[in-house]
């Protein structure tokens, strides 16, 4: 993954004219840290902090617990923080950390124990002002506010604006936990207005009804109920119905723990996650994981419109694929900054010591997005690029500069 993203950095610096010098350093880590946790009964995992870039800011990201995280994996995600903190303009830089850990096999006093175990490992490295962590896949508030609790504890004075996404009740921001699906709203509607298309209807499917994708679907069915949902899925199946489907419904569906595979309602018809990706939709939404398109299903794909709300979930070869057939792709680094910007509003107000209320977190919100998506949209116009090319572009200039 690692290297899917430095080749589109080093082209898009190529055709910048910058320096492959200056190229090299932008790709090169800051500061690593692999390490071991062991809990006390003696289970032990990988874990990890990639400090990639803190040129215009603390560094900024995630922490995702995952079967599947890996060197390379959150080497290419934290390379992928650092572009968009700068690509929507927020004064941060980009971070990763991650767990291999299938958080579900694990009770949780073991989540717990390990949760601060991370922490004591890396405390010498957070801080508002060095590294500023923030949830990602399977990871939540709870999670965040053990970690606070933790950090605070070893410093010996409570710094909450060290995380973000913590529980409002900690010092978390109103509006932070549906920001990525809102901001991805936010940035397919400003897009869709710019080509004016503003007032067409639209049917959309969104894979990966998570965090991400559900509030992309509940959102979407308050402020643009010209799209219309039609099919969902989550990591074993998905389900269709043409008449359409009630995001808030299934979001309540996935908060029982409900398995879409058992989903069950009239004209409703479970499909493969495969079918999911083939639909005959306008828009695909695609928030599940990395590498989602690929070489192999890329020519099922039918929708015209593709938003990455997932970091990387179409791999270079699928990408430009989908380019030439003529597919406009919302990129991942505009597309799904919304959860950051919101990262960032939270550690402004916990710096300031304020609380805003939600209509002024998610106008903030907005104001970002729109801006960050009309200056790739007019980049991507005038160097005759896609919008991923004119994101990265955007992102390279300011973290060059
Ligand atoms: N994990 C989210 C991302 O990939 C949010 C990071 C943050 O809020 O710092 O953008």
Redesign the pocket.
Known sequence: MLSAVHSLIDSVGQRLDIPQAVIDQLKAFNKEHAFDITLDNGKSFKAYRMQHNNKRGPY???I?YHPDVNLDEVQA?AT??SL?TAAVNIP?GGG?GGIAVNPRELNEAELEELSRKYVRHLQPHIGSEKD??????NTDSKIIDWMVDEFGKLSGAADVASF??KNIANGGSAGRTAA?GRGGVIALAELLRLMGKSDENFTFAVQGFGNVGSYFGTVAEVTNPNWQLVGASDSQAGIQREAGLNATELQEFKADRGRFKDYMSDDTQIISNEDLLGMDVDILVLAGLEDSLTAQNMKNVRAKYIVEMA?GPITSEAYDYLTAAGKVILPDVVA??G??I???LEWLQNKNDEHWSEDKVNKQLTDLMEKAVQDMYEAAQQDKTDLKQAAFAMAIKRLTA
């Open positions: 900024k990201g995630g995702r995600l992928l923080m968009k941060m990763k500023v962590p923030a949830p990602d896949v973000t996404g990525t970091n799904n900054a959860g950051v919101v990262s960032y």
